[in-house]
């Protein structure tokens, strides 16, 4: 059916994006960007979907012994019923109590405790819908020594 001449189908993918990334010398610095999917596919009727997904991290290294890293990602799924929106934050804390010796660490993930992660895809034929699990919002205290 798809190689015949019994219908025509058009399809269009387009990828887009910018980020930014900072190196200062002092103590913050940041990368910033977003990328854009749109998808269309044309038969005898037309489906179209736009996908986003931005993030922002932000380092903070306040002394040489304490450094916070915040990771942000917003993802946005366009689809043919609804939209879906997606954030996610993680952080990691590291304290140097003694240099190449004893380092304590507080990783937070999926600060804002999302479930479940849902993505589309469209083609001529179908549109399909994959959707995951995630591990809920969890706090992790680590300590590094070496001797």
């Known amino acids: 059916v798809n190689s015949s001449s019994i219908r025509e189908i058009e399809s269009l993918r387009y990828t887009y994006g910018a980020e930014v990334r900072s190196a200062f010398s002092g103590f913050f610095n940041f990368h910033i960007g977003t990328e854009w999917e749109t998808m269309q596919v044309q038969t005898t009727i037309k489906n179209k979907n736009t996908d986003n ?66 993505s589309y895809y469209i083609s001529d034929t179908t549109i399909s819908n994959t959707q995951y699990r995630l591990l809920p919002r969890y706090f992790l205290l680590k300590m590094d020594f070496r001797f």
């Open 53 to 118: 997904m931005s993030f922002l991290d932000l380092n903070f290294s306040l002394s040489q012994k304490l450094t916070f890293q915040i990771a942000n990602e917003r993802y946005y799924f366009g689809s043919l019923d609804r939209d879906n929106i997606y954030y996610f934050t993680d952080l990691d804390t590291q304290y140097v109590i003694k240099k190449n010796a004893l380092t304590l660490k507080l990783t937070a993930q999926n600060i804002w405790n999302t479930d479940n992660f849902a």
